[in-house]
């Protein structure tokens, strides 16, 4: 099992950081806000990988597993704040960001406070949470993935491009990957997380161009 674990983060490690190193890239030449975000929340989901690793090591602390935690609920929200701010509507950004402020410092707050334990089974992420903390990670990870897939469908529906396929179902994926533990099969967390990756691979590298378009047209509906 921790063979097999160790072998698929790494490989999730590789192409997750090549992607997060391609999207940081395309920042500095464009310098728009979305990128950097998209970019953050890739940079986030390779050191949550990193944690895995560690975990399937043996390696395990109370602040290793309570970063992990904060760090899943990261991905998801640094997702969400690019794709928003993709919208160029200000009023809603600020709203959506002023809710991932509250909640992230909340999350922190109650994982400052918790006693997590250990909640590794073969150097596998698989046990339950305190109810508190599950609840308030779903209240950042659930209007989180609702907003990066309601934008990644109307982009779809603009540009009717097959590679926004690729992206929703890559972001509900590793939106969900995090509540696969509870699973029979416990090293299912990093295979979906595997798969995830691949799929945003696969729309990734046209997402600029797609939303490009996308963000062009809705600033001139706005305009009009």
């Known amino acids: 099992m921790i063979n097999i674990v ?44 990193i944690l895995e690793i560690l975990f399937a090591d043996g390696i395990y602390s109370q602040f290793l597993i309570k970063s992990y935690l904060f760090i899943v609920a990261l991905v998801v929200e640094a997702l969400a704040l690019g794709s928003v701010l993709l919208l160029g509507n ?11 402020i509250v909640t992230s410092v909340a999350l922190i707050l109650i994982l400052a406070f918790s006693n997590i334990g250990n909640i590794l ?4 992420v698989f046990g339950l949470l305190p109810l508190y903390v599950t609840l308030l ?4 990870t659930f209007p989180a993935a609702v907003a990066l897939i309601a934008i990644s469908l109307y ?24 509540t696969l533990y509870i699973a029979a099969f ?6 979906s997380e ?4 691949l799929l945003l691979w ?15 047209e809705v600033k001139e509906n706005a305009s009009n």
């Not at 200000?90 to 991932?100: L, M």
């Not at 416990?186 to 295979?191: G, R, T, V």
């Open 6 to 49: 160790l072998l698929s983060t790494l490989v999730i490690f590789a192409l997750t950081l090549v992607l997060a190193i391609f999207m940081t890239y395309d920042y500095f030449r464009k310098r728009k806000k979305s990128i950097i975000f998209w970019s953050l929340g890739l940079w986030a989901f390779a050191i949550g990988v």
């Open 90 to 100: 200000k009023k809603i950004t600020q709203a959506y960001a002023t809710y991932v």
């Open 121 to 124: 089974v073969n150097g596998v």
């Open 137 to 140: 990670s779903a209240f950042i």
């Open 155 to 178: 982009s779809y529906i603009k540009t009717r491009n097959i590679k926004m396929i690729s992206i929703i179902a890559g972001v509900i994926v590793v939106s969900v990957a995090g």
């Open 186 to 191: 416990p090293a299912f967390l990093y295979y």
């Open 194 to 197: 595997f798969i995830g990756i």
């Open 202 to 216: 696969a729309g990734f590298f046209n997402f600029k161009g797609l939303f490009k378009t996308v963000s062009k």
